[in-house]
């Protein structure tokens, strides 16, 4: 396994939880490191990216201020801290890596990340 995902369950809307992936056999402390998700019925979307030395954070519109990507090279390990979940924020969690291109151009989108988690399931009841 390169990349396992942790941290899901079940939590009532307002609450907070926290996704780990720690990664293991990749260039992890190179690595552009980001979070997406996929919802039933939907097709998976950008939540939150970090480039590899932690200077820069992306995110998408609909978590902004809500989401915190952060990173521990040492430990190999990224965490997608949540607040404020919603019932819209209900999906199956992915971490993904990209290899250093020298650039964190396309952070969003998949295509640029080359290794996968297996996922972990967010459930937010109202």
């Known amino acids: 396994v390169q990349l396992q995902a942790s941290g899901g369950g079940l939590v009532q809307a307002g609450g907070s939880l926290t996704l780990s992936c720690t990664a293991s056999?990749?260039?992890?402390?190179?690595?552009?490191m980001g979070w997406f998700r996929q919802a039933p019925g939907k097709e998976r979307e950008f939540v939150a990216a970090?480039?590899?030395?932690?200077?820069?954070?992306y995110y998408a519109d609909f978590v902004k201020g809500r989401f915190t990507i952060s990173r521990d090279n040492a430990k190999n390990t990224v965490w997608l801290q949540m607040d404020s979940l919603n019932t819209e924020d209900t999906a199956v969690y992915y971490c993904?890596?990209?290899?250093?291109?020298?650039?964190?151009?396309?952070?969003?989108?998949?295509?640029?990340?080359?290794?996968w988690g297996q996922g972990t399931q967010v459930t937010v009841s109202s």
């Open positions: 993904a890596a990209g290899v250093n291109r020298g650039h964190s151009n396309n952070y969003y989108d998949s295509a640029r990340h080359d290794w």
């Open positions: 056999l990749i260039p992890f402390s190179t690595s552009l």
């Open positions: 970090i480039n590899r030395i932690s200077t820069s954070q």
